[in-house]
């Protein structure tokens, strides 16, 4: 029973510290219980919080291997716990099938609860969240199965028939009906979305993520202005993020075809410059890694350029120079 009081008051204090943004004093508090306890003698329930903090201090493989034991030590346990089959499901290492797997784990623990609880709105809300990460899955890594579109509508009707205020849910329904080219049912579906966060869950929005993909979604609906809203909201909350910046001058890039007068146009594809070249420096300062990101923004800013050619004092380096920094040359 000590030891449990120590894990739990270790594990406290970590999460006290990551909330501070103390990120290394709470990796010591996390790898000191890795250091003094077998991962077996650490009680289940702990385990779960255990990953999850070391999943938030971004050790991704160790948290992984935290979560499979987890799962190992609770499969004969009445009070099997939904989270870790989620979050494997996220940091599934090969995604698709095993991704799948872990999300139906998890939807099947959070449903047989959901039936003895009765009607209990968080775990609706949770279980509609995983039934829409599922239809992703078969949205996107598993589109080449047979049944992939019928999975995808089976999965995102569900979760909206046990959260109708589900955001995510009519998000993942206008990435649905994009890929079936209904376009006009994608604009109604992600209008809906965008309802229930202002409306419904003023208080409570989605996550960052959910917000930048229901930001990437509008600009493939062509709804540049809520697109843009969306963005400006995001980057008060944090402006160190590359796929907001992305995003950010992708849809000022795209927009362009709607401006009414050249003036207008230039000033369009000046803001886009901007952000893509904002875009450049977070990536640099992250050392991110997105081959795709890169070379579009590559692509972009070359278009931009031809058209309205900056003035030389103004320019910033570029992906050139990254390459040049990678080889040993500093950037200034």
């Not at 509508?153 to 206008?174: F, G, H, K, M, N």
């Not at 049912?185 to 960052?208: C, F, G, H, V, W």
């Not at 979604?217 to 202005?225: A, C, N, P």
């Not at 050249?262 to 990536?283: F, G, N, P």
Request: with cysteine; proline share 2%.
């Amino acid at each position: 029973m000590a030891a449990d009081s120590l894990v739990d008051d270790i594990l406290s204090r970590a999460r006290i510290l990551l909330v501070q943004g103390q990120v290394e004093e709470a990796a010591a508090c996390v790898s000191h219980i890795a250091s003094t306890q077998d991962l077996s003698g650490v009680p289940c329930d702990r385990l779960q919080l255990l990953g999850e903090i070391t999943l938030e201090l971004g050790q991704v493989d160790q948290a992984r291997s935290i979560f499979l034991e987890a799962v190992k030590r609770s499969q004969d346990s009445e009070q099997d716990s939904y989270s870790k089959y989620l979050w494997l499901a996220q940091i599934s290492e090969d995604g698709g099938k095993e991704a799948a797997g872990w999300f139906e784990r998890g939807i099947a623990v959070l449903t047989k609860r959901l039936e003895a609880q009765g009607d209990d709105s968080d775990l609706k809300f949770k279980l509609a969240s995983a039934l829409c990460g599922l239809a992703e899955l078969y949205l996107t890594e598993l589109c080449m199965q047979d049944d992939a579109e019928q999975k995808c509508q089976e999965y995102v009707t569900r979760a909206i028939e046990l959260d109708p205020y589900s955001s995510d849910a009519y998000q993942t329904l206008a990435s649905i009906r994009i890929s079936q080219q209904r376009m006009e049912e994608a604009k109604q579906a992600i209008q809906k979305s965008l309802s229930m966060i202002s409306e419904i869950r003023a208080d409570n929005p989605p996550t960052y993520s959910s917000r930048i993909s229901l930001s990437r979604v509008l600009i493939e609906v062509g709804e540049y202005t809520s697109a843009l809203e969306m963005l400006s909201n995001l980057q008060k909350e944090d402006d160190e993020i590359v796929d907001l910046w992305y995003l950010y001058g992708w849809c000022f890039f795209i927009s362009v075809k709607e401006c009414v007068d050249e003036e207008e146009r230039k000033a369009t594809l000046q803001d886009a410059r901007e952000c893509l070249e904002i875009c450049e420096s977070v990536y640099k300062r992250l050392e991110w890694d997105d081959e795709g990101i890169r070379e579009h923004v590559v692509e972009l800013l070359a278009i931009i350029n031809g058209e309205i050619p900056e003035k030389e004092d103004e320019s910033e380096c570029g992906w050139e120079d990254l390459e040049s920094d990678e080889d040993g040359m500093n950037i200034n």
